[in-house]
């Protein structure tokens, strides 16, 4: 029987809807995914692969082990991109329901999902980036997922990420197009 071999990779990151995001399309590509601390640290950039390779780097020198660090933001157009890097804190302070607030009365909904995944793998060091775009909604739907999905709806969707399951969200995300780029890139590689 051949042998298949398979890549152990730590996604640094306390928020277990990533991991199962992740592991979803990265099994089939021969990674096994599992969540390690230590906490991701996150400085202010203007740039999610910036932010990405800086905690990446960071939480190599405590863990030691192959990783992946996740970085999103949701770019607003008619808030000039905002949140964007700064999504973290604003999902934090003012949440969903504060995103819907800034956005009333706003005609121009367009916005875009954005990662980067950044990678250690010494003497790898990678970002991989996804974007998806879509539309804001005018008031939350569907319970599923985390952070801004009850208000996200994808281009060619009807439904928010929060009203699809993991396995439709991972059709369509920012994040499962990073990890898909970067999945490829390591089976090249093994
Ligand atoms: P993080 O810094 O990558 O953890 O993400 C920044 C913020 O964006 C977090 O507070 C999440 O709530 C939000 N976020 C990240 N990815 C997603 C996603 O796939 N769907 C909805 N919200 C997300």
Redesign the pocket.
């Known amino acids: 029987m051949a042998e298949t071999r398979r890549l152990r990779l730590a996604l640094v ?1 306390g ?1 277990k ?2 991991l199962r ?1 992740a592991q979803e399309i990265l099994s089939p590509y021969g990674i096994d995914l599992y969540m390690a601390g230590p906490e ?1 640290i ?1 400085i202010q950039a203007d740039s ?1 692969s910036k ?2 390779m800086v905690a990446a780097r960071h939480a190599w020198e405590s863990l030691g082990k192959p990783l992946i660090v ?5 770019f607003i157009e008619a808030l000039n991109g905002f ?1 964007g ?8 302070t003012l949440g969903v329901d504060g995103i819907l607030k800034l956005l009333e009365g706003e005609e121009n909904r367009h916005a875009c ?1 954005k ?1 980067a995944v950044a990678l250690v793998l010494p003497p790898l060091e990678m970002v991989f980036e996804g974007k998806t775009c879509g539309t804001i909604t005018t008031r939350p739907k569907g319970s599923s ?5 009850p208000i ?1 709806v994808p281009e060619g969707c009807s439904r928010t ?2 009203e699809m399951t993991v396995s439709e ?1 991972n059709k369509v ?3 499962a197009k990073a990890m898909k780029t970067l999945g490829s890139f390591i089976k090249s590689m093994f």
């Open positions: 990151t928020n809807h990533k995001e991701k996150e999610l932010i990405a996740d970085d999103s933001g949701l949140p890097p700064y999504s973290r804190y604003v999902y934090d999902f990662t997922g985390f952070g801004f999905d996200f990420y929060a969200k995300s920012h994040r």
